[in-house]
Nanobody, 119 residues
Framework: QVQLVEYGGGLVQAGGSLRLSCTKSGGTYSAYAMGWFRRAPTKEREFVADIKWNSGKTTYANSVKGRFTISRDNAKNTVFLQLNSLQPEDTAVYYC????????????WGQGTQVTVSS
């Protein structure tokens, strides 16, 4: 059984930075891609960024492009999300997901980590 555990959320002032990490355990094969999503209060979950595990190709939502960076450590089965120039509208629960089949329908999810940005 695949498990994803996120770390690194917290409270930060506008303009500040945080680094999230997500470590995958279990499963026989590497995921096709791993990604970060977020859900703000009263809003639906939205895509933030993903990374193809083998190629390292990254994709970002327009709202975070140039501010957030996704990366991975293959040996540690860990994906990172560096959040810079944070704004209050970035406040959300951030979730890590694993897409095993390349369908963009993520198969496994972490429990989420809260990011709160104060103005």
């Amino acid at each position: 059984q695949v498990q994803l555990v996120e770390y690194g959320g917290g409270l930060v002032q506008a303009g500040g930075s945080l680094r999230l990490s997500c470590t995958k355990s279990g499963g026989t094969y590497s995921a096709y891609a791993m990604g970060w999503f977020r859900r703000a209060p009263t809003k639906e979950r939205e895509f933030v960024a993903d990374i193809k595990w083998n190629s390292g190709k990254t994709t970002y939502a327009n709202s975070v492009k140039g501010r957030f960076t996704i990366s991975r450590d293959n040996a540690k089965n860990t994906v990172f999300l560096q959040l810079n120039s944070l704004q209050p509208e970035d406040t959300a629960v951030y979730y890590c997901g694993a897409d095993y089949y390349g369908s963009d329908d993520y198969d496994y999810w972490g429990q989420g980590t809260q990011v709160t940005v104060s103005s």
